[in-house]
């Protein structure tokens, strides 16, 4: 499964590896989705690509949610032009701020509930109050909207190259990500399954770390996630 969230603006998403020649070198790649090309294939044979000319709902499924990302982060993930879309082929993702709809007080005395009625408009991650959230003046309600896009029933692969172009944004408190997630936790829980970190970055202008190296837009960072339980990550090691 293909994931981008945070802010992410001018992506081409390109993943080789249908259409296969009889004479071809036969590869190990496999796909599935509603979006996925028939196999078997060939070494380095095109099995995805989006240019962005438009935005292909059927291709790329919007979150909805105030989970955080898992990191109890401050935005609300959800399906709106204000905050996704795709102009002269490129896809961009823009924050917003919820006070310019609820006003500066819903933040810290309101309570909002994203459980739809329609399909199109279910929360789709319930941790941590993900689907409803009442504001206090210590605790506020998500400020930021935003969007996070993913191909969980569209598109999943296992084995080939991916190709990503994007600019990433500046910014405090920005930080975006193209992940790859697993289908199925087929073996176990996060991280058991594993996690593929192919980008991600900090968009603050000047943001150094103790020894004085910047640690902001100058540096972007790529990892993986694994082990049987989140205290046993090996992310370090990668």
């Not at 070198?25 to 070494?43: E, M, V």
């Not at 082929?89 to 005395?109: C, K, Q, V």
């Amino acid at each position: 499964m293909v994931l981008l969230g945070g802010v992410v603006f001018g992506v081409l998403l390109t993943i080789a590896l249908a259409n296969p020649d009889p004479g071809c070198a036969s590869s190990l790649t496999t796909a599935s989705g509603t979006r996925a090309k028939p196999g078997p294939y060939c070494s380095w044979d095109l099995i995805f690509e989006d240019n962005f000319n438009s935005l292909d709902f059927d291709t790329w499924e919007h979150e909805n949610t105030l989970s955080g990302g898992g990191n109890w982060e401050f935005q609300w993930y959800q399906n709106n032009r204000s905050n996704s879309y795709c102009e002269n082929g490129i896809f961009y993702i823009r924050p917003t701020l919820l006070a310019d709809d609820t006003g500066e007080a819903f933040l810290s005395s309101g309570t909002l509930n994203i459980h739809g009625s329609e399909p199109a408009n279910q929360c789709t991650s319930a941790m941590n109050f993900g689907c409803e959230r009442t504001g206090t003046a210590t605790n506020l309600i998500n400020p930021i909207k935003s969007a996070r896009v993913r191909t969980v029933n569209s598109f999943s692969f296992r084995y080939g190259t991916m190709e990503v172009r994007a600019r990433m944004p500046t910014g405090d408190w920005l930080w975006p990500a193209v992940w790859l997630l697993p289908k199925r936790q087929v073996y176990g829980t996060w991280p058991a399954s594993g996690e593929i970190d192919l980008l991600e970055s900090r968009g603050n202008m000047d943001y150094r770390g103790s020894n004085g190296v910047h640690i902001g837009t100058e540096q972007f960072g790529s990892t993986l996630h694994f082990g049987p339980n989140p205290s046993l990550n090996g992310w370090e090691t990668t």
